[in-house]
């Protein structure tokens, strides 16, 4: 079936370094998804990134399908960068979400 | 205006209980979704309607029932649950339109069964 792996499982990281976070998946993709999930559970939305590269403020995603990984790269993060961030590719033609393991990043002061 | 959201946020309830959780989006996607999330897990999908037909049922116990009243609604109807169904519970909606599906969550509803 349909796979998405993300690593590393866990990071943690002095604030303000930078670090990569990927996502591999199975096969290729009309929609991935990065999301951060806060400790109260909430996922935001982070990137919609079925391909190319985006950029928001400190955060940035490249997707490159043909080789079916995807990025995300978060620079100088802050203690509020952490939490979970889930990477997710829709699983069939209903839209319905796959997600990874997720990488659990702790940003410490 | 990307909001989705579900009430209670919080919710107990003992297994002979019946419960609902609510869901609402005003962004006019006609694909609605459950997941459910377990501590230290990814979401896992439950259900799925589109166009307020159920689609997709994930092989959800009965206890379980979902509900599409409009395009904008979606309840979970919850009866006879068991203490393994404690969880985040995890609405959310997208277009269904070819390369828009992007997905949008509401804030959760954190179920705890006793």
């Known amino acids: 079936g349909i796979q998405v792996e993300q690593s590393p499982p866990d990071l943690i990281l002095q604030e303000g370094a930078n670090s990569t976070l990927r996502c591999n998946f199975s096969?290729?993709?009309?929609?991935l998804q990065w999301f951060h999930q806060n400790p109260w559970g909430q996922l935001i939305n982070l990137f919609y990134?079925?391909?190319g590269t985006k950029q928001n403020g400190r955060l940035s995603a490249t997707t490159v399908a043909t080789e079916r990984y995807s990025l995300l790269y978060i620079s100088s993060s802050q203690t509020t960068d952490s939490g979970v961030y889930f990477c997710?590719?829709?699983?069939?033609?209903?839209?319905?979400?796959?997600f990874g393991k997720g990488t659990k990043l702790s940003v410490k002061p | 205006d990307t909001e989705v959201t579900q009430t209670p946020k919080h919710l107990v309830m003992g297994m002979t209980n019946k419960k609902s959780l609510k869901c609402e989006q005003h962004?006019?996607?006609?694909?609605m979704y459950w997941y459910k999330q377990k501590a230290k897990k990814p979401p896992e999908l439950m259900f799925v309607?589109?166009?307020?037909?159920?689609?997709i049922n994930e092989s959800v116990p009965s206890r379980f029932s979902p509900e599409c009243p409009n395009s904008s609604l979606l309840n979970l109807h919850l009866h006879a649950l068991q203490p393994e169904d404690s969880a985040l519970y995890l609405c959310?909606?997208?277009?269904?339109?070819?390369?828009?599906?992007?997905?949008?969550f509401g804030p959760g509803t954190r179920l705890t069964v006793l």
């Open positions: 959310a909606s997208s277009r269904l339109r070819l390369g828009t599906y992007e997905q949008f």
């Open positions: 096969d290729s993709v009309n929609n």
């Open positions: 990134i079925p391909s």
């Open positions: 997710a590719r829709a699983g069939g033609s209903q839209g319905n979400l796959i």
């Open positions: 962004m006019g996607h006609r694909a």
């Open positions: 309607y589109s166009y307020e037909k159920l689609s």
